[in-house]
């Protein structure tokens, strides 16, 4: 059996919003999740827990996972 096979997720504390990212983006800030650069700019994942369209999210990222295993749902 894979180790993907037999993991667990969490629900992560607070809630996020996905934002296109500016210049002024810490990686290193508390509330930032993960932050993606790319040739059109990039994207931003940040804890904002009274966002109007903000998502829960789904980590399976403690142990060795496929990367099919993280979701993020509204």
Do not use: I, K
């Amino acid at each position: 059996m894979a180790a993907a096979d037999h993991q667990t997720l969490r629900l992560l504390d607070g809630r996020y919003v996905l934002e296109r990212l500016s210049a002024d983006v810490d990686a290193q800030d508390d509330g930032v999740l993960a932050v993606v650069r790319g040739p059109d700019g990039g994207a931003c994942m940040r804890r904002h827990d009274d966002g109007e369209d903000a998502w829960v999210a789904l980590w399976n990222g403690d142990a060795a996972h496929d990367d099919r295993s993280t979701a993020w749902a509204r």
